[in-house]
Nanobody
Framework: QVQLVESGGGLVQAGGSLRLSCTAS????????MSWYRQAPGKSRERVAD???????YYLDAVKGRFTISRDNAKNTMYLQMDSLKFEDTAVYFC????????WGQGTQVTVSS
């Protein structure tokens, strides 16, 4: 059974940093592309960052230069380092893993106070 568990969310002032983690069980993260998504109240879910099997990364324009996606295969965990946080980064952040189907974590709340 595949499970993804996010952690690291919380309340931070604008300009601050947080690091989100997504730990997988039941599947090997090194063999699958993974992503971070976010959903703000009243808005649709948007893709924030991707990391491919080969380590190629993609970022939403709004977070380029501020967010960094990475993966530790030994820990079977993906990360999202978020720096210079802005109020508009406030959302529930979800990790996703693309295998034969898409798997999702339960989400972690990130709240940035202005």
């Amino acid at each position: 059974q595949v499970q993804l568990v996010e952690s690291g969310g919380g309340l931070v002032q604008a300009g601050g940093s947080l690091r989100l983690s997504c730990t997988a069980s039941g599947i090997d993260v090194s063999g699958n592309a993974m992503s971070w998504y976010r959903q703000a109240p009243g808005k649709s879910r948007e893709r924030v960052a991707d990391i491919t099997v080969g380590g190629t990364t993609y970022y939403l324009d709004a977070v380029k230069g501020r967010f960094t996606i990475s993966r530790d295969n030994a820990k079977n965990t993906m990360y999202l380092q978020m720096d210079s946080l802005k109020f508009e980064d406030t959302a529930v952040y979800f990790c996703g893993l693309r295998s034969r189907r898409m798997y999702w974590g339960q989400g972690t709340q990130v709240t940035v106070s202005s």
